[in-house]
T-cell receptor, first 113, second 114 residues
Framework: NAGVTQTPKFQVLKTGQSMTLQCAQD?????MSWYRQDPGMGLRLIHY???????DQGEVPNGYNVSRSTTEDFPLRLLSAAPSQTSVYFC????????????FGPGTRLTVL | AQSVAQPEDQVNVAEGNPLTVKCTYS??????LFWYVQYPNRGLQFLLK??????LVKGSYGFEAEFNKSQTSFHLKKPSALVSDSALYFC????????????FGAGTTVTVRA
């Protein structure tokens, strides 16, 4: 199993550009989520999905969109990039249920100029 | 609302000495608690979790954690630290009734010197 994969690993955008961060998992996990990691702030939940066709907002959803058309894929779209979105983005997946731990991808480091 | 506090930004220990990384939490119901480790330029890796039962939980790489309900704490411990334990450690909490949203602490950087 590849686990959770993310592409790209690095990305530089100009303010106002849009892009999609890709996330895929091959573990047949129901739950998937996107976090951003900023120094001294831990990980903050952006959006999450409890299954195909179902998404919901997390702690910091503004400026981001998601969709979940398949169990495997959970892309994160930046609609109009801003310097405040410079961060490291992690995708995670888990089996359904609050007792289950999450599996994380390797991350995407995004810089918005 | 659920939250996690990791009161120490950094912990420095000598190899072979005990390692403790502190975590306190706040939830309105029963907590599910997790510890993750992040090595440089990598994603987070799961170490251990407390769901219910025995307050002492054993996990990967020789780590353990003790759940203390009265002190709302879930400190991570290792009896004898290794240089390879140097990493960023995160505590996370999920309120049992919440079902999905996981709240992370700010993280503690552990440095183990040879």
């Amino acid at each position: 199993n590849a686990g959770v994969t993310q592409t790209p690993k690095f990305q530089v955008l100009k303010t106002g550009q849009s892009m999609t961060l890709q996330c895929a998992q091959d573990m047949n996990h129901e739950y998937m989520s996107w976090y951003r990691q900023d120094p001294g702030m831990g990980l903050r939940l952006i959006h999450y999905s409890v299954g195909a066709g179902i998404t919901d907002q997390g702690e910091v959803p503004n400026g981001y969109n998601v969709s979940r058309s398949t169990t495997e894929d959970f892309p994160l779209r930046l609609l109009s990039a801003a310097p405040s979105q410079t961060s490291v983005y992690f995708c995670a997946s888990s089996l359904a249920g609050a007792i289950n731990e999450q599996f994380f991808g390797p991350g995407t480091r995004l810089t918005v100029l | 609302a659920q939250s996690v506090a990791q009161p120490e930004d950094q912990v420095n220990v000598a190899e072979g000495n005990p390692l403790t990384v502190k975590c306190t939490y706040s939830v309105s119901g029963n907590p599910y608690l997790f510890w993750y480790v992040q090595y440089p330029n990598r994603g987070l890796q799961f170490l251990l979790k407390y769901i219910t039962g025995d307050n002492l939980v054993k996990g990967s790489y020789g780590f353990e954690a003790e759940f203390n309900k009265s002190q709302t704490s879930f400190h991570l411990k290792k009896p004898s630290a290794l240089v390879s334990d140097s990493a960023l450690y995160f505590c996370a909490v999920r309120e049992a009734a919440n079902d999905y949203k996981l709240s992370f602490g700010a993280g503690t950087t552990v440095t183990v010197r040879a």
